[in-house]
């Protein structure tokens, strides 16, 4: 079989050798199990699909939410002699009929079905009637209600279990924590699924992050080094965007808007053009998202912070699918930090659910802080340990400003001792620097040795120093708590006087001698 398989990667789709894991994959797949892949997207997940559900007899269903996407992957596959076809909501009902015919004519081995499709009424017993392959489900993070990419059509995806028994699923994903990774096996109820985690660094993207201070002529000095290329310009609000275009456009550049709320033709035009042209620059919104596959995007920038570690990471990964070097450049600002966690706090969602966004974006802000190697944190937070310093990202290659932060830490963490380990940021802050409040006198907190002995610093130097120590793990801030601190094993040397401790020197920040102390 794996004959077989290397037949079909060399003549079929012209390919020399499989990549990374895909070779132990297709092996699984083939040989019937449920298999669990994580992959950096262009890292070659098609492949670990397509070439095992052609090899199996029947046909094999690939359940993608990417309609466009599907389109695409279906046309490259006709052109290259493999019978692939799809449904979804852009048919027309002459189009599906067509379609139904050729499965039962047995003309289709690849069939591409939206989610929706696939969980109307009667259409996994009507497929039922058809040998199936495999079943593929790509995208399989959207199944998670923690993320940004959850659809709830995912989650009923494990009838596929009971209505095709025996039949070898295959989930996919280019974003996983290890907790989303637990969510995709249980909600799907994979059985036994072997899993396959591939490094998700991207050797090729450069990461660096500034502090906001004037957001456009940071932006033209960086556009300014990247003079012939192509790339994304991310922003959060649909205004920004066409400011932001239109302003790009004023001075030269040929720059095109992206966001949800253009008509839906100028939107397919925008991205047929980016798709095309070179030295192009699209400014989008997150609406301008998964399945962009336009390998010489050399930049992605942030104008404004994403949602979390996990967007910015699939956001950032439509830089550089070619391989050649790529930028991933972002500025924030403090009022980024307000405006999103105010937008999460404003959602309907449920309370826990708004707390896990807090968290989310906690972890994103403590990663903009960060003094280390950037692109080793990024892939800790992923789970993956790198046992050296990229030497290609901006904290690598210029090292940021840090200060002794051992006393003020020690005093934080006293405080977070004395305090019970039951209160967040915003209390613990307060008990430090000495402020009297209702709560503070209903609690006693006025009373305690630590009450006071931090006024000397800024709140919002104690926040940059509370989100430091939680990204560095001395403390841990627990979002089934209501985002209580406590303290973690590695708070002991330092809280025992044994270590130093260095945090970074937020930027835009004044010195503290020229603040006045509330006090
Ligand atoms: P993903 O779905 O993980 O983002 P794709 O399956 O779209 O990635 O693959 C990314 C690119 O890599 C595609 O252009 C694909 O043709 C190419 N590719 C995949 N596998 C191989 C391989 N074994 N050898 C060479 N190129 C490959
Ligand atoms: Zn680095």
């Known amino acids: 079989m794996l004959q077989q398989a290397l037949y079909l990667l060399e003549h079929t789709y012209g390919y020399s050798a499989f990549r990374g894991q895909q070779q132990h994959i297709i092996e699984s797949a083939l040989a019937g199990e449920d298999v669990l892949v994580l992959m950096p997207t262009g890292g070659g997940k098609s492949l670990c699909y397509q070439i095992p559900a052609l090899i199996r007899p029947g046909l094999g269903i690939i359940v993608s939410p990417l309609i466009a996407l599907m389109q695409d992957q279906v046309s490259t596959l006709t052109q290259l002699g493999i019978k692939a076809a799809f449904l979804n909501s852009t048919l027309s009902a002459d189009e599906r009929r067509t379609v139904a015919y050729d499965l039962r004519q047995g003309n289709i081995d690849l069939l591409y079905i939206a989610p929706e499709r696939l969980l109307q009424p009667g259409t996994l017993q009507w497929l039922q009637q058809f040998q199936i392959s495999l079943i593929a489900i790509d995208e399989a993070h959207c199944v998670s209600q923690w993320g940004h990419d959850f659809r709830a059509d995912y989650l009923q995806l494990n ?102 709320g253009l008509p839906t033709e100028l939107r397919a035009h925008h991205l047929t053009r980016f ?161 009297m409040n209702e709560r503070m006198k209903d609690l006693g907190h006025n009373h305690l040795s630590v009450f006071n002995i931090g006024a000397q610093l800024s709140e919002q130097k104690w926040r940059s120093i509370v989100r430091q120590l939680l990204v560095k793990g001395f403390i841990h801030s627990d979002a089934d708590q209501y985002g209580a601190i406590s303290l973690m094993e590695r708070s002991r040397p330092l809280l025992r006087g044994e270590i130093q401790l260095f945090l970074r020197e937020d930027i835009d920040s004044k010195p503290e001698n020229m603040r006045k102390t509330k006090t």
């Open 159 to 260: 009838q596929l279990r009971e209505a095709f028994p025996g039949v070898p699923r295959i989930a996919l994903t280019a974003t996983a924590t290890p907790r989303t990774q637990e969510e995709i096996v249980q909600r799907l109820e994979l059985n036994a699924p072997k899993q396959f985690v591939s490094s998700f660094d991207r050797p090729n993207i450069r990461y660096s992050v500034q502090a906001k201070q004037d957001g456009r002529k940071q932006l033209i000095k960086f556009l300014a080094t990247q003079r012939g290329n192509s790339g994304i310009i991310y922003c959060l609000s649909r205004k920004k965007v066409e400011a932001t275009s239109e302003w790009l456009q004023s001075r030269g550049l040929n720059a095109l808007p992206y966001h949800a």
């Open 275 to 435: 798709l095309r042209e070179e030295e192009i620059i699209m400014v989008a919104t997150i609406a301008f998202g998964m399945g962009i596959d336009k390998p010489d995007v050399r930049f992605v920038a942030h104008l404004d912070l994403p949602k979390s570690m996990e967007a910015y990471y699939q956001e950032t990964g439509r830089a550089g699918r070619d391989g050649e070097p790529a930028e991933a450049w972002m500025v924030y600002g403090l009022n980024d930090v307000m405006h999103l966690s105010q937008m999460v706090d404003r959602s309907e969602a449920h309370e826990i659910f708004k707390r896990n966004e807090k968290a989310k974006l906690e972890a994103l802000l403590g990663w903009c802080e960060e003094t280390s190697c950037r692109r080793r944190s990024l892939l800790a937070y992923f789970g993956e340990q790198h046992e050296t310093d990229c030497g290609n990202c901006d904290t690598c290659l210029t090292p940021p400003k840090t200060w002794d932060a051992t006393e003020p830490a020690r005093k934080l963490l006293s405080c977070i001792y004395r305090t019970g380990q039951r209160f967040g940021a915003g209390h613990v802050i307060d008990v430090l620097r000495g402020k």
